[in-house]
């Protein structure tokens, strides 16, 4: 399988000389196409950093980051965006619903800042709630959801766009169990189909389903 997601000598420094902090210490992963990988660490182990930098919500202090085969470690905030709308859809642990919109335009609202044809996104988004077994709750709000079918809406959102990598941190963090076991099938459902999976969990039982396991100590990855 081809590389993906290269991470080259990665380091991410905050603050100052006064008071430093090495979050990312020397991180260098390969993640190839098709690949189901978990990230795995306690808090402030790095793994939210990581995520932030794998994700292109955050650039390295340092080190090289190649995606799909482009360098993007100089690229500004404007060119990130448009590699996270085309490239990378997202899971978190809080939904990051809209409160306000339905799970339809929820779905939809990454489709219209891609500027995509009206007809043709509303085909994406009716087809993404379909997979996730939410056609009959389309025009519910998050409110009017359990936190299982909100997680389903966030999954749908991260399809919609059809990006290759699907980047899922904490996805089961809010669910009880029942729900969340559903959630990491429809997650290890998206990878038989051939999407790359990155997952960042604290929990090794979910790490355990994906085919690799990274694990991360103090900014650096010990296995």
């Known amino acids: 399988m081809k590389d993906l997601i290269v991470l080259k000598d990665i380091y991410k420094t905050y ?106 996104r509303r085909n994406l988004v009716t087809t993404a709630l379909k997979r996730v077994s939410l056609e009959n709750r389309m025009y519910h709000k998050p409110s009017e959801m359990s936190g299982g079918q909100q997680q389903r809406v966030a999954i749908a959102r991260a399809l919609a766009a059809q990006p290759p990598i699907i980047l899922a941190d904490e996805p089961t963090g809010n669910l009880d169990k029942k729900s969340g076991e559903a959630v990491m099938e429809m997650i290890c459902e998206l990878h038989r189909q051939g999407k790359t999976i990155v997952l960042i969990t604290h929990d090794m039982k979910v790490a355990k389903m994906a085919e690799r396991i990274i694990q991360i100590s103090d900014g650096k990855v010990v296995q």
């Open 15 to 120: 603050g100052d000389a006064d008071y430093r902090v090495d979050a990312l210490n020397g991180v260098n992963i390969t993640i190839k196409r098709g690949e189901f990988t978990s990230i795995v660490g306690t808090s402030g182990s790095g793994k939210s950093t990581l995520m932030n930098i794998i994700g292109c919500l955050d650039l390295p202090t340092s080190g090289k980051y190649i995606l799909d085969d482009t360098d993007i470690i100089s690229y500004n905030d404007k060119e990130l965006s448009l590699i996270r709308n085309k490239k990378i859809g997202f899971i978190f642990q809080c939904f990051n619903l809209v409160a306000g919109l339905t799970a339809f335009e929820n779905v939809e609202l990454p489709l219209i800042y891609r500027g995509m044809d009206k007809t043709e």
